[in-house]
């Protein structure tokens, strides 16, 4: 700026003494020197005044662009994380469904266990209906008796296996119902760990 204004300055220097017979354009060249070197200043100024505010933004978009390079540091993090949760979760549920498959198994034979007891106890009741009417005339009233208590007894028999083909209906029911929300966990969770 020093040496601008030296330069500017320096044909003021070199103009020859004033003769008196022309001050009005010596007068008029200063007037325009004087005009050039404030124009000059102004320039300086405002170039100076673009200069900071530039410096300024460009130090504000340098500190935006750390604060979005943390930002994304932070999501990829969070985004790591949320995949190995949602992995264990996967393993989670997996050892829930292998589980609930041995149960449901275990349910799917002890109702087939049943239903042969069932066929077996109602063989037995038709078995003992046929000696008791064909004992009726022969036996005693005491030995009918027994056949009638034993009978009862078969009867209670039947409806504790009936009872027991219900909850073990119930228990498949439940499991089926259950696998099936197990199935609907896992494939959200499938969802949720796709990268967006």
Known sequence: MCLLLCLLLMPTLALPMPTPSKPSQELALQDEVNI?????????????????????????????????????????????????????????????????????LQAQGAGIALEKVMEGHQALQQRVEKIQGSLATMVPSNTQKEFEDLKLYADKQSQIIWSLMGHVQRQQRELAQQRHQLAHIRDRLRVLALPS
Not at 44 to 71: M, V
Not at 74 to 97: C, F, H, N, P, V
Request: zero cysteines.
């Open 36 to 104: 050039l070197i404030h124009g000059v200043l102004q320039f300086g100024q405002t170039l100076s005044h673009i200069y900071k505010a530039t410096e300024a933004e460009l130090d504000k978009a340098s500190r935006s662009l750390g604060l979005y390079e943390q930002t994304v540091d932070m999501l990829q993090e969070d985004l790591g994380s949320t995949r190995a949760r949602t992995q264990e979760l996967e393993k989670s549920l997996g050892e829930i469904q292998a589980e609930e498959d041995i149960l449901v």
